[in-house]
């Protein structure tokens, strides 16, 4: 790329995705300059200290000021009252984006605020770790992962291929859907799963008859896995929830039905039943890898913990 | 140590843990001779070509004859009639064990076919991968990692002992409980995850209004690592499930009560409870990393998808 795909970008919000593309922009040069809102006086000196903003903004408002491309990288809960505070300045032409993992709510609460002119596409980077705040980003977090956008109907063809291209950039694959089917489809991939991990967390510590103790001793018989994504940002998660009521319990009805049929055949001794469904999981584990969605390492490839003998990787991938 | 412990190891199945256990006897020179028993010739050509066992006999009876070591290595169903077969021929004064990840269902089945003067001492590493057969096996794999040994009342204490250290001179952590506890313990710490796991990998796949694809594409969102567990061992965790019904039901019955809890704060937008829960479960992600059963690595340390622009990992652990 010769030129700067935009002027001025302005992350709203600088956690982990906000400092994840100040990192994937700098790496192609995606951005002459980048400035950052983010609300606490620390975060704001993290995000300069580390070289993600060229300039750190007390609000919001400024940040957006002059702004050629502006992406919420807030909470869902707070991207309406966002939306109020920098609309006055957002400038005609320009392109307001988000990431949150919740389109309907966004396109419920940003959608009114947005002046005639400016191009508002909702988006959602599929990706993410267990890890938060502006120290936890990295420029390969979006590689190979995909991006959804959302742009209501009539949005301008021009300026969608213009993020959709930005997106590439930063190493993403991107598909456009309606802001509902979005919702449904990341219900069952991301935030039912996240439930489930948070619940048998939450399950796990208020046993009587297992101790907090044994469960962590003996987490690596497959409860750890669960533990990783049960450790994301709570305030992100709530959100995400409160946002997305009605898929999300659509999907958790499902999977309610489908538990209860299980825990039947178990009560009952039904092998059979058992075999063929277990036989099946490996086909959709087989299909993610080959999607280039996961490692086919053992263990993901985790390493052995550290001070241990013999920690070196499994010499058989 | 100077000379092996053991003078001939006989594994009974050359799986995953069999292979692993061959792997970790050779790194530390802990047996004389292993000898194996697996039911296909394939699997036999492939412990010799491996160089797994000195010996690949095709009958359990013949493996186990003269060993002063016996080790059950094969899914928990058939383990009784291993037992049965190979009696008459264990020696006196020899270890009998093996790996199933339920104990009381072993000292059911095996333990009434144990001769008088042999030690019978059922044992559970709590290690594993989701790859099966004898080509998945390294010799890390119980590095770090407990393995639970479950002496009936009564057993010799100094054969008790010397499992142990070949426990812990194969890289384990040690620690010794009743069958019946361990089989609780394990039930919310591995059964019951892998349910769950095999249970919403079957839900994403009979969904109407999301295909297949999109639960693949999507699935960085979270779900994925929940494919993990469930692409383990069809006829291991089919087994599992018969043999610890009523720890696993139990355990379940709390998992979807608590989950019925979590719906409805859901439903009625309850943010505080959320979020709290949330915060909590926090603490035992900490736990599991600081008691090194889990990388602290972002993601888990997964690589990015081979091929792809920026393949690095983050830079900042």
Redesign the interface.
Known sequence: MSAPAFERVALIGIGLIGSSLSHAMR?RGLARTIVGHAQTQKTRDAALRLGLVDQACATAREAASGADLVILCAPIGVCGNIAEEIAPVLRRGSILTDVG?VKGAIVRDVGRFVPEGVHFIPGHP??????SGP???????F????C?LTPPPGTDQAAIDRLSAFWQAC?SQV?IMTAEHHD???A????????????????????E??T?S???????????????????D??M??DV??NN?EA??E??G???E???A??RA??F?E?DT??K??????A?????IQ?????A?????????A??????????P
Chains 1, 2 share one sequence.
């Open positions: 790496r993992s599929i990706s993410g770790t267990e890890h120290e936890s980003g990295f420029a390969e977090l590689d190979g992962r995909w959804v190493g598909e449904l489809v990341l069952i991939t991301s935030h039912v799963p996240h439930l489930i991990a948070y619940n048998i967390v939450n399950t796990a510590r208020h046993l008859r297992v907090d044994e469960v962590i001793k003996f987490s690596a018989g497959g409860f750890r896995d669960f533990t990783r994504i049960a450790a994301s709570p305030v998660w709530r929830f409160l009521k999300v319990l999907m958790l499902r999977f309610s489908d538990l209860t299980l825990q178990i009560r001794g092998a058992l075999y469904l277990f036989v099946e999981a490996r959709t584990r087989r299909g993610i999607a280039g969605q996961d490692t390492a053992p263990d993901f490839g985790r390493h052995a913990p001070g241990l003998a013999g920690g070196s990787k499994p010499s058989k």
